[in-house]
């Protein structure tokens, strides 16, 4: 082979290695403190988001001290794209409660990477309960939809689960509280991916339970801040395939 040309190719695979080591891997792991792959992963989502769901994040700027440290993300739950669109405008991950029958099988290693706490609504939550306490008492970021899946049909606020507002009294961290409208309703959660829309994610506060130890109260608090904001009617049957009598039933944490 031509040295000329032998030169070049080191010389190109040089400039390509240099430029991923010191401009684009730095650039990734900025994007995400988990890492540059979460940080790529995240560029392609935002650039996807942009595309086909035009998005809007309101009223984050007051709660990012928040979200510096342990929180809570709270949210009300329309579509699929919800937690995308949590995820979006951050630079750390969520890591999200999520029902098991929702994890669907070939996405093992998703799961994983992301550290997804299943949820099955029975006694095998208290350690995902513990954990989830862990995690956000150790500084991470906690994303709970406490109606427990995507409401049907939409534009309405089913009941918070329990287990939602007994970590809240646990975990003693701020609570971030969110609205999702505009988000696209499908009856498939995956169609609702590919569904042009035009999303609007409201932060709606910063909320402090360290001196509230009532689950009731707790539960009762989240719900009527989204509904007041939201204007949706409360609709107070549990979503099909949650058995809120078979979670935890303290409503006073000693």
């Given at each position: 082979?031509d040295p000329v040309?032998?030169?070049?190719l080191?010389?190109?695979y040089?400039?390509?290695a240099?430029?991923?080591s ?8 900025r ?5 540059a792959?979460?940080?790529f992963m995240?560029l392609?989502?935002n650039?996807w988001l ?13 709660a990012?001290d ?15 794209l919800?937690p995308f ?6 630079r750390?991950?969520?890591?999200w ?5 929702q ?10 990477h ?19 306490l862990?995690?956000?008492?150790a500084?991470?970021?906690l994303g ?7 409401a049907r049909p ?8 329990p287990g939602?507002?007994?970590?809240v009294?646990?975990a003693?961290?701020?609570?971030v ?13 995956f169609?609702?991916l590919l ?15 360290e001196?509230?130890?009532d ?10 801040l989204?509904q ?11 979503l ?5 009598a078979?979670?935890?039933r303290?409503q006073?944490?000693?």
């Amino acid at each position: 082979m031509d040295p000329v040309l032998i030169g070049l190719l080191v010389g190109g695979y040089v400039v390509l290695a240099l430029t991923y080591s010191w401009g684009l891997l730095p650039w990734l792991e900025r994007r995400m403190e988990s890492g540059a792959i979460d940080g790529f992963m995240v560029l392609l989502v935002n650039g996807w988001l942009r595309l086909l769901h035009r998005p809007t994040w309101l009223g984050f700027e007051p709660a990012a001290d928040a979200l510096r440290g342990g929180a809570i993300l709270i949210s009300n739950h329309g579509s699929g794209l919800d937690p995308f669109l949590l995820q979006a405008p951050l630079r750390r991950r969520i890591r999200w409660m999520m029902a098991r029958d929702q994890m669907y099988q070939g996405f093992d290693e998703v799961w994983r990477h992301l550290e997804v706490l299943p949820v099955t609504y029975g006694p095998a939550d208290t350690g995902t309960l513990r954990e989830a306490l862990r995690h956000v008492q150790a500084g991470g970021l906690l994303g709970i939809f406490p109606e427990a899946g995507i409401a049907r049909p939409p534009h309405e606020l089913r009941p918070f689960l329990p287990g939602a507002s007994l970590i809240v009294a646990r975990a003693k961290v701020p609570v971030v509280v969110c609205w999702i409208e505009g988000a696209p309703y499908t009856e498939n959660a995956f169609l609702s991916l590919l569904k042009p829309s035009q999303s609007r994610v409201h932060c709606l506060g910063v909320v402090d339970f360290e001196g509230e130890r009532d689950t009731a109260v707790i539960t009762a608090r989240l719900r009527d801040l989204i509904q007041r904001r939201s204007g949706w009617p409360l609709n107070d049957a549990p979503l099909p395939g949650t058995t809120p009598a078979s979670g935890p039933r303290v409503q006073r944490v000693r």
